[in-house]
């Protein structure tokens, strides 16, 4: 079976510094990871996602995330933070293509500290 | 194009009253999820279609709860009868075979 974990439920930054969230996955199958980002009374946007091929993958806002096989992980992360970053962030896995059953994880919610 | 929409966005209701929630998926998409969100419990897929016809409704709660969609324009998700335990923000995704799912605004109920 599926899970995703995301390690840490609230982090905070300093505008202007690194981001890192993180998510650990399990698949018995070579999975397809995304990253959503909701905004508060919003639904859930795309970030980005991996399917195949390059394993870091950049996305939208200037976020990228790198897919790591061998430590089943798949962390978010941008280089510098911006006010507009706040928000919740989850990480998904699908076994069987983009469009399919998304595990989500808990979520991380981001605050960004001027 | 004007997304997935989802209606109402605000429910509250009082335990016991049948609970309906609409939605109409992007115009060409063949697959159409229910997914439930509480703090709890996080996101949860409940239910999605494809081409119209159930595919997986194993996270389906009870009994209380039905999904229908009639056609490919229109779904529905109906909690009949509504507990305190159902309050949580419903969102209904669609997307194209193949293509990443593209999220509602969501139904946030409220059952007293």
């Known amino acids: 079976a599926q899970s995703v974990t995301q390690l840490g439920s609230h982090v905070s930054v300093s505008e202007g510094a690194l981001v890192l969230l993180r998510c650990n996955y399990s698949?018995?199958?070579?999975?397809?990871l995304f990253w959503y980002v909701q905004y508060p009374n919003q639904g859930l946007q795309l970030l980005l996602k991996?399917?195949?091929?390059?394993?870091l993958v950049k996305g939208i806002n200037g976020f990228e995330a790198e897919f790591k096989k061998s430590e089943t992980s798949f962390h978010l992360t941008k280089p510098s933070a911006h006010m507009s970053d706040a928000a919740e962030y989850f990480c998904?896995?699908?076994?069987?293509?983009?469009?399919?059953?998304?595990?989500f994880g808990q979520g991380t919610t981001l605050q960004v500290k001027p | 194009d004007a997304g997935v929409i989802q209606s109402p966005r605000h429910e509250v209701t009082e335990m016991g009253q049948e609970v309906t929630l609409r939605c109409k998926p992007i115009?060409?998409?063949?697959?159409l999820f229910w997914y439930r969100q509480t703090m709890m419990r996080g996101l949860e897929l409940l239910i999605y279609?494809?081409?119209?016809?159930?595919?997986?409704d194993s996270g389906m709660p009870e009994d209380r709860f039905s999904a229908k969609m009639p056609n490919a324009s229109f779904s529905t998700l109906k909690i009949q009868p509504s507990e305190p335990r159902d309050s949580a923000v419903y969102f209904c995704?669609?997307?194209?075979?193949?293509?990443?799912?593209?999220f509602g605004a969501g139904s946030r109920l409220t059952v007293l």
């Open positions: 998904a896995v699908s076994e069987l293509s983009n469009t399919g059953k998304l595990i």
């Open positions: 698949s018995s199958v070579p999975p397809y």
């Open positions: 991996y399917t195949t091929g390059a394993t």
């Open positions: 115009s060409g998409h063949d697959y």
């Open positions: 279609f494809n081409n119209n016809v159930p595919i997986d």
């Open positions: 995704a669609s997307a194209r075979e193949g293509d990443v799912l593209t």
